[in-house]
């Protein structure tokens, strides 16, 4: 492991208790929080900062905030974020409300995305989807960060309060672009603190830590204890179907993006990485290794949702019942059903859009 | 001379050729430029960058614009804003459109001014200050860095183009605030472009040279040739009454603020050093030396506007005819004459803010 998490980089941690010790990470504790969705019920979720802050405010009722952003890039999202939409789902469910911001000033910067394009595809896509995946139309907050005046002045504030070297030895490295947009999401983060100050979690992929690392070192030195620091949940990679890398849109054989046209994702599983034995006869004899099998990995993570019906296909591999195609044959199924789920979910919030709770800014 | 100019450095150039070599500048021909102002005509003006493209425009009366920025920190200017402000009046006079930013934004992020405050401070006194100075109050555009959303996305699509050791090699050094501060001014100085492509003059400081040096090598990467790149204006610095270091609020006893209070003020020109000679006898004998007199410093820069009048004042040291203490009074009368003007110019401006023409942001 490098001393610095690279939020840009594809590789994936080989060992996530190393990355707990080394980043000085608390280990999620399923038990601390009330009815855990799946991810946390099957150690998806393995990690935090300062996670008694929110156990607390669920357990006393007391207001917090879950938040996180959709960068409006291309047409297509990946399972990160439908993990990342579990989680604010989960927290909104437990009484938080929940922010999404999109990230249209980062996109535009860094992709060159217009902010008119960028703000078409988010009404048009990403806002939609993440509906689709669970996200409650009602309750959550959206802003537009080019709109967000608010954010972009914190960005220039908070920028002030770090040096070069800090920033490097958070991140790794530092140019003009990656700082302005790191300070613009820690912008973002304690936006909602604006107004109240309390407890918030992000939930995020582990290569996003650096900018919680940053968002919490700034709060520690901002006066009069402004804003409370903000508390992070951490979800493992889903891997790449080759087992190789996290999933990325990098790698389109080894990616199932979302949504995907059905025929493709049902070839891209059919290839993928499984915990399959050399022939048949051996694997009936010995079973599989579901822990080694991407198959597995995207039911347990995403595609069997009751935990009995994953037991089993577990068990069955494990006594050589249930050999590699069947089981491919079951998560084909399995995410037919769950992509189409997500269109018609798209095509239905689509035309809620302009209902949603959109801030509006002077 | 060191390979970069400092923008937050206090000491004066001992060779301004030596500047211009260094730092591959052109000389300033007053011949190119109609009707010049008293800073042109003494040398206080003495260089530029691509001076030809603006001398041009005037001859050709095509579009051009100036621009320069207030930053609403306090409640006293300098002479340096002054010689911005003439700067300003004279391309307005040739046919310029001017631009004035307040830099609220950058005041909020590094001196801690609220936008709220930033925003009195420069409606009460320094747009005020600046017409007094001789801005053209109706043939002037203001606006407010806080609310324009353009220059903020246009920095920090700049941010992406520029990397850290280029950053460097401009500003000899770079922090995150320093960083989107000068991004920012990037995009003050290319704003009035976004509406029409044209050039624009920049009346500065040398110091702040390393923004011009920015914003042209980005528009020099910039796709499509959107913008012309900025033209400059240096003046050069008014220096502390006592010669040392550039005039500078960090030594009030050596500096003059505007407005000050006459009698402060007299009483530190009475301070000041001057050409004079050990005794009066020799004086009268020798002459004294004005090339070495800050008070007829002040006189050329900032007091006497009739080139005759400064000559006679010239001429009369040089013969020892005229001692310092009489010039000295000269110079407090035409610096009470100047204050009272100031006063009564701000105080009549104050009640035309209003008027004046503030671009309005959706």
Redesign the interface.
């Known amino acids: 492991m490098p001393k610095t998490i690279d939020p840009y980089g594809a590789e994936l941690p080989e060992d996530y208790t190393k990355v707990i010790k080394d980043f000085g990470l608390e280990e999620f504790k399923v038990e601390a929080f009330p009815s855990p969705n799946r991810l946390m019920r099957r150690g998806v979720i393995f990690s935090g900062r300062d996670l008694k802050r929110i156990s607390d405010c669920i357990k006393d009722k007391k207001p917090f905030y879950v938040l996180s952003g959709i960068m409006p890039t291309n047409d297509k999202i990946h399972f990160g974020n439908k993990q990342v939409v579990e989680n604010i789902r989960y927290f909104q469910e437990q009484g938080a409300t929940a922010y999404i911001l999109i990230a249209d ?2 996109a ?3 992709r060159g995305v217009t ?1 008119e394009e960028g703000k078409k595809r988010a009404l048009e896509f990403h806002i939609p989807a993440y509906i689709a995946l669970g996200l409650h139309p009602e309750k959550t907050i959206f802003y537009f960060q ?2 967000n ?1 608010d954010v ?2 914190m ?3 908070f ?6 070297n800090e ?1 490097k030895a958070i991140y790794g490295s ?4 990656r ?3 790191a ?2 999401q820690v912008g973002d983060i304690l936006y909602p603190q604006l107004a109240t100050r309390m407890p918030g979690i992000i939930p995020v992929g582990i290569d996003q830590d650096p900018h919680i690392r940053l968002t919490r070192d700034i709060v520690n030195r901002t006066k009069a204890k402004k804003f409370v620091p903000p508390s992070s949940i951490y979800h493992k990679y889903t891997p790449s179907l080759n087992g190789e890398l996290k999933m990325s849109k990098s790698m389109p054989e080894s990616c199932i993006v979302l949504p995907e046209d059905i025929k493709t994702a049902t070839k891209k599983i059919k290839r993928a990485l499984t915990g399959g034995r050399e022939t048949v006869d051996i694997q009936k004899e010995k079973g599989g290794e579901p822990e080694k099998c991407m198959v597995f990995e995207l039911d347990k993570q995403h595609l069997i949702e009751d935990d009995k019906e994953l037991q089993d296909i577990y068990d069955r591999c494990k006594k050589g019942d249930l050999l590699c195609g069947e089981c491919k044959d079951i998560a084909c199924q399995k995410m037919e059903e769950f992509m189409t789920h997500l269109e018609k979910g798209i095509e239905k919030a689509r035309k809620q859009v302009d209902k949603l709770n959109f801030v509006k800014f002077s």
Chains 1, 2 share one sequence.
């Open positions: 000033l980062e535009a910067a860094a902010l080019s709109e005046k972009v002045h960005a220039y504030e920028a002030q309060k770090i040096t070069l920033f530092a140019d003009p672009g700082i302005m947009s300070v613009t």
